[in-house]
C-alpha cells in the first residue's frame, strides 16, 4: 500500500502523552469554518443566479478551485511534515555532559552547526528544527501553522504552499463574482442572497491581504530556497545560502520532486538474517602489517592515522586515546589487528568526551568544538530543548510567534526552523548570540565543568545572563535551563544573528565585530582558552557567579557587551532595540513586503496602523495565552512591557522583535 | 562427555550484540540523502573496506536516484494534483519504490556480506534516515579463541 499519506501532525502524535490543549485547534477550526462556510454560502446562494446568466461553467470551475484548496488544506493539516523518530538509546553512548552541544558540518562550502536536540537525542540535520508546540524534530522545518494546526516541514510544504495559491485564487474568484452579483442587483440588496453575498464579499476582502501576502511572502521564499524559519532568523542575511540551487531547480524542488517517504508509523521489518559465528575475518593489510612490525606499542599506525586525517567530515574531532590504547602491544587479549585501532574512532559516540582533551586546535572542526559544551542529560525534560519547552514554535505569521512570543521565548525554536545544520538553533535554540556571550559562557563554563551537574539549581539566576549564545555553547545541561529566561534578552538585542552559518557577510549588531555572530566558535575557541587561562579561579566559584560577571568578557566584545550587560540586569532599552525589528513585522503585517531585516542599527518607524491589524489578525490572541508558552510568560513579561511611547514590543521567533502601536 | 555437548552448545548461539557503529550523512551536498563513506576505524577488523565503502556508495546511488527531479517525478506531481491526490492512495510514489529496493538490497547485503561477518546493517529510514546503523556481533561462545578477543577493539571502553 502506497505509505505516502500518512497521518500525523494535527491528529497523530508521536511524542508521549502531550496534555490535550484544545486551544490548539481554535485556529484551525476557525479556518476550516470560514473556508468551507463562505465558499458554501456562495455556491448556494450566489452561483445559482450567475449559472443562470452568464453559464453554468462559473459554479463549476469555482467548485473545482475549491475542491483543490480544500485537498491541499487536508493535506496540509494531516500531512507528517517530516517528523523524525526519536534516536533510539544506544545511539548516544556519550556521557551527556561531556558530549559537545554543536558539531559542525560543511555544506557546500559553508560552516553550519547541527545542534543536540536533548528531546529526540541526535544532532539535528542541517534545516531541521524541533517544533516545541508538536514536540518533533521536523526535517527542514519551515514553521509551525496554527491555521492547519500542523508543522510544515520537508513532506507538506508542497501542499501549504499550493493551498496558500490555491487559497488566493479562490477568494479573488469568490470576491470578482461576488461583486459581478452584486452589480447586478443594486436594486435587490435587501434580499437574502444579496445579503448573503455582501457577507461574503466582506469575508473574502478581509482574508484577501494577509492570505496574498502571506502567499507572496512564500512564492519569494521558495523561489530563493529558504524556509520561513532561515528568513525570519535572517540566517542568510549576509547573502550565503548553502541550501539554494537556484531558483527554478528551487520551485522545482518544492513543486515536482517526488513524495518524501514519512518515518514514523513504519512497519519494521523482522530481521530474517541469521548472525552465527565463525565470523569471517579480513586479512590485514599490507599497511597494517608494515606498522604493526614498527609498532612498539606507543607509535601511531598508518591505518588509524589515515583515519584521523580523514575525519574532516564527521564533524567531532576524536578525542585523543584512553590511556589503556597507547600501548597496544602490551594487553594480551588484544588481536592483532585490533591492536592497530587504538585512536579515536570517527563516531563520536562511540567514545566519551574528556573535558580535559577537548582542547581546540586539534583540526578544523575541533575550533568548531572549542564552543563544545557538553550535552547534558537534561535536568529538566520541558525546558531541555530550548524551544521545545513549552514555547510555541514560530507561527505561519512570525507575527503569530512574536505575540506570543513574549512568551515564546524558547517558543521561538519551535517556530524557527533552527536549521539543521544551525542545529535547530535559529534564534533562541543553537544560535549562540555574538560570540561575546559564548566566550564568557564558555570560559565559564569550562572552568566551571564539575559544577556543571549543578547548573540545574542556578536555573533562576542564570537565565537572564544566559544568552543564547550561552546555551549555544554552554553544556546542554546549562542551556537547557537557562534558554527560557535568555532567549527574550538575546532576541531583543541581536535580531537576526546567524552564527551558525560563517560566511563571509554578516554585519548583525552595530558596533559589533562583523566576524561576530558567524566565527564564534573559531573565536570562542580562542577566547575561551585564553579566558581560561586568565582567570579560572575568578570563574572558577560557581556556575552562578561565573555567569554573573559579564564584565569579564574579553576587550574585542565590548560593543556589544554593553548592550548585553543592561539585559543581563534589567529589560533592555525601550525604543532601541525594539524599533529594529519593526521592518519585520512591516513585512509580516503587510505582507507584500518581503524585507530584508533593517539592520540593527537602523532606528525603526512607527508600524503603519493598518498593518496592526493584520497582525492581530495573524495572531490570534488566545495564543498568547496557550498553555505552551505559560512557562515562558514570566520570563518574558519584563521585557516585553516595555514602555516605548505607546509601542508595545513582544519578542518574535528568531529574535525579532515586533512593535504593535497600541 | 557433558563437557563436550555444553562447549557444542555454546558454539552454537554464542554471536551476541556488542556494538553498534553509526554512519553518519553527509551533508557537504546539502540537504541531500547521502552518507559517509569513511570506513569506521571499529570494522577494520571485521570488514574489507571495499565492501563497505561499495555497499555505502550503493545505498547512495539509490538515495540520490529516489530523490532525483525528472519526468516520473514530474508525471506523478501532476497527477496528484488533477486527482487531487486521491492518486496516492492507489500508486506508489517513485520514492517509495526506490525505499523497498533499498530494502531488499539491505536484506541482500546482510545475507551475502554482513552477517558472515557478524555484521548486520539496519535500513537507514528506520532511523529517520539520519544514520546507517551497523550492529556489530561476538562470537561470545568461542571467548577463548582469538575471534573472541575482538571485544576490546569495539568496545574499548
Redesign the interface.
Known amino acids: 500500500t ?4 500518512s497521518v500525523g501532525g494535527a491528529l497523530g502524535d508521536p511524542s508521549p502523552s502531550r496534555p490535550f490543549r484544545p486551544s490548539r485547534y481554535v485556529p484551525v477550526s476557525a479556518a476550516t469554518a470560514f473556508l468551507v462556510g463562505a465558499t458554501t454560502l456562495f455556491l448556494c446562494f450566489t452561483c445559482p443566479w450567475l449559472s443562470e446568466r452568464f453559464s453554468s461553467s462559473i459554479p463549476l470551475y469555482n467548485a473545482v478551485v475549491f ?2 484548496t480544500l ?1 491541499n488544506f487536508c ?1 496540509a493539516t494531516f500531512m507528517d511534515p517530516g517528523i ?2 526519536r ?2 538509546e ?2 548516544d553512548k556519550e556521557d551527556d555532559f561531556r558530549a559537545p552541544l554543536y558539531k559542525t ?4 562550502g559553508i560552516q ?1 552547526r547541527m545542534k543536540w536536540c536533548s528531546t529526540c537525542r ?1 544532532y539535528r ?3 531541521c528544527s524541533h517544533c516545541s508546540v508538536c514536540d518533533n524534530c521536523v ?2 522545518f519551515d514553521h509551525h501553522c496554527p491555521w492547519v494546526n500542523n508543522c510544515i516541514g520537508r513532506r507538506n510544504y508542497r501542499y501549504f504552499f ?1 493551498f496558500l495559491l490555491s487559497l488566493t485564487i479562490h477568494i479573488m474568484d469568490v470576491f470578482g463574482f461576488s461583486l459581478l452579483y452584486i452589480l447586478h442587483h443594486t436594486k435587490q440588496l435587501d434580499q437574502v442572497n444579496s445579503g448573503v453575498t455582501m457577507a461574503v464579499m466582506c469575508v473574502a476582502g478581509l482574508f484577501f491581504v494577509p492570505v496574498a501576502g502571506l502567499t507572496g511572502f512564500h512564492t519569494v521564499l521558495v523561489a530563493r530556497g529558504r524556509t520561513t524559519n532561515e528568513q525570519v532568523t535572517g540566517k542568510f542575511r549576509g547573502g550565503v545560502n ?2 539554494t ?1 537556484g531558483c527554478l ?1 528551487n520551485i ?2 518544492v ?7 514519512r ?1 514514523l508509523g ?1 512497519l ?2 523482522p ?12 586479512p590485514l593489510s599490507e599497511a597494517q602489517l608494515a606498522a604493526k612490525v614498527l609498532d612498539n606499542g606507543i607509535q601511531q599506525s598508518k ?2 592515522l589515515e ?1 584521523m586525517e ?2 574532516s ?2 564533524a567531532d574531532p576524536p578525542p585523543p586515546p ?1 590511556p589503556e ?1 597507547r600501548y597496544p602491544g602490551l ?1 594480551h ?3 592483532e ?2 591492536s ?2 587504538t ?1 579515536a ?3 563520536p ?4 568526551y574528556r573535558p580535559a582533551y577537548s582542547s581546540p586546535g586539534k583540526n578544523h572542526t575541533a575550533s568548531a568544538h572549542s564552543s563544545k559544551m557538553s550535552r547534558g542529560n537534561s535536568m529538566t525534560e520541558s525546558p531541555s530543548v530550548p524551544v521545545t519547552t513549552g514555547q510555541p514554535s514560530y507561527r505561519s505569521d512570525p507575527s503569530l510567534s512574536s505575540r506570543g512570543g513574549a512568551g515564546f521565548r524558547g517558543g521561538g525554536e519551535g517556530g524557527r526552523a533552527g536549521s ?2 544551525l542545529g535547530g538553533a535559529s534564534a533562541f535554540g543553537g544560535r549562540s548570540y555574538p560570540s561575546f556571550t559564548d566566550t564568557l559562557l564558555q570560559s565559564a563554563a569550562a572552568s566551571c565543568s564539575s559544577s556543571l551537574r549543578s547548573a540545574h539549581t542556578a536555573h533562576n539566576a542564570l537565565g537572564p545572563l544566559i544568552s543564547e549564545g550561552t546555551t549555544s555553547t554552554s553544556y546542554k545541561s546549562l542551556a537547557n535551563q537557562t534558554r527560557n529566561g535568555s532567549l527574550s534578552y538575546e532576541s531583543l538585542l541581536t535580531p537576526s544573528e546567524s552564527p551558525e552559518f560563517e560566511s563571509a557577510a554578516h554585519d548583525t549588531a552595530p558596533g559589533a565585530p562583523p566576524i561576530l555572530g558567524y566565527t564564534s566558535p573559531f573565536l570562542s575557541a580562542q577566547q575561551r582558552e585564553g579566558s581560561l587561562q586568565a582567570c579560572p579561579a575568578s570563574l572558577r566559584p560557581s556556575p552562578n557567579r561565573a555567569f554573573l560577571r559579564p564584565t569579564s568578557s574579553p576587550p574585542s566584545r565590548a560593543p556589544p557587551l554593553s548592550p548585553r550587560a543592561r539585559s543581563l540586569g534589567s529589560p533592555p532599552p525601550g525604543p532601541a532595540p525594539g524599533h529594529t525589528h519593526l521592518g519585520k513585522s512591516l513585512s509580516y503585517g503587510g505582507g507584500a513586503e518581503l524585507q530584508h531585516r533593517p539592520s540593527s542599527s537602523g532606528g525603526g518607524t512607527p508600524m503603519p496602523k493598518l498593518t496592526d491589524f493584520y497582525l492581530l489578525f495573524f495572531f490570534p490572541p488566545h495564543q498568547i495565552f496557550s498553555s505552551t508558552i505559560k512557562q515562558n510568560v514570566a520570563n518574558h513579561n519584563t521585557h516585553s512591557h516595555k514602555p516605548a511611547g505607546g509601542m508595545k514590543k513582544v519578542t518574535g521567533v528568531g529574535g525579532t522583535t515586533y512593535g504593535i502601536s497600541v | 562427555m557433558a563437557t563436550e555437548f555444553h562447549n557444542l552448545q555454546e558454539l552454537r548461539h554464542s554471536a551476541s550484540l556488542a556494538n553498534k557503529v553509526f554512519i553518519q550523512r553527509d551533508y557537504t551536498d546539502g540537504t541531500v540523502c547521502k552518507f559517509q563513506t569513511k570506513f569506521p576505524s571499529e570494522l577494520d577488523s571485521r570488514i574489507e573496506r571495499t565492501l563497505f565503502e561499495d555497499t555505502v556508495k550503493m545505498l547512495n546511488n539509490y538515495y540520490a536516484e529516489a530523490e532525483k527531479i525528472g519526468g516520473q517525478s514530474y508525471i506523478e506531481g501532476c497527477l496528484a494534483c488533477l486527482t487531487v491526490y486521491l492518486v496516492f492512495l492507489c500508486i506508489e510514489t517513485r520514492y517509495d519504490k526506490v525505499l523497498k529496493k533499498i530494502s531488499r538490497y539491505i536484506q541482500e547485503q546482510n545475507e551475502k556480506v554482513y552477517a558472515p561477518r557478524g555484521l548486520l546493517i539496519t535500513d537507514p529510514i528506520e532511523r529517520g534516515m539520519r544514520v546507517i546503523e551497523i550492529s556489530v556481533y561476538e562470537d561470545r561462545g568461542s571467548s577463548g579463541s582469538s575471534s573472541g578477543s575482538s571485544t576490546t577493539s569495539s568496545s574499548g571502553r
Open positions: 502506497p505509505s505516502s499519506l475542491l483543490f485537498a493535506m523524525f523518530p534516536a533510539e544506544d545511539e558540518v560543511e555544506v557546500r553550519v541526535f540535520p542541517p534545516r526535517e527542514e499550493l548553502p541550501f540551487h531547480k522545482a524542488h513543486l515536482c520532486s517526488s513524495q518524501a517517504p518515518y513504519r519494521r521489518k530481521l530474517s538474517v541469521q548472525v552465527q559465528p565463525p565470523f569471517l575475518r579480513p591505518s588509524s583515519i580523514s575525519q567530515i564527521d584512553k590504547h594487553p587479549t588484544q588481536n589487528e585490533c592497530l585501532l585512536e574512532p570517527p563516531t559516540s562511540l567514545y566519551k539543521g545544520g
